[in-house]
Nanobody
């Protein structure tokens, strides 16, 4: 059973930055699909930044040029650097890992991910 623990959320003014971290235990070693999602109360969970296969990165249009997803080389962690934050980025952020590599077209669907963290709150105020 893979366990994911997010950290790094907080409250920042618009234009600020945050770096989210996700600790993965035990370490994964088959380069499965993994990424970051966010969710507001009463809304569907949406994909923000995804690594569908090794060295491939995909972003939601709303965060392109502002967010950067990365992972360590040991399969222990996933990161999300968030710059130039906007109030509309306010949400609970979750990291997720699938059981396998996924296609780019399916990578933003929450249903393909087997493991989820508990979430970390990001609040951006104007």
């Amino acid at each position: 059973q893979v366990q994911l623990v997010e950290s790094g959320g907080g409250s920042v003014p618009a234009g600020g930055s945050l770096r989210l971290s996700c600790t993965i235990s035990p370490a994964i070693n088959n380069n499965p699909c993994m990424g970051w999602f966010r969710q507001l109360p009463g809304r569907e969970r949406e994909g923000v930044a995804i690594i569908p296969t090794l060295a491939t990165f995909r972003y939601a249009d709303s965060v392109k040029g502002r967010f950067t997803i990365s992972s360590d080389n040991a399969g222990n962690a996933l990161y999300l650097q968030m710059d130039n934050l906007k109030p509309e980025d306010t949400a609970m952020y979750y990291c997720a890992v699938a059981n396998r590599v996924c296609s780019v077209s399916s990578s933003f669907s929450p249903t393909i991910y087997a493991y989820w963290g508990q979430g970390t709150q990001v609040t951006v105020f104007s």
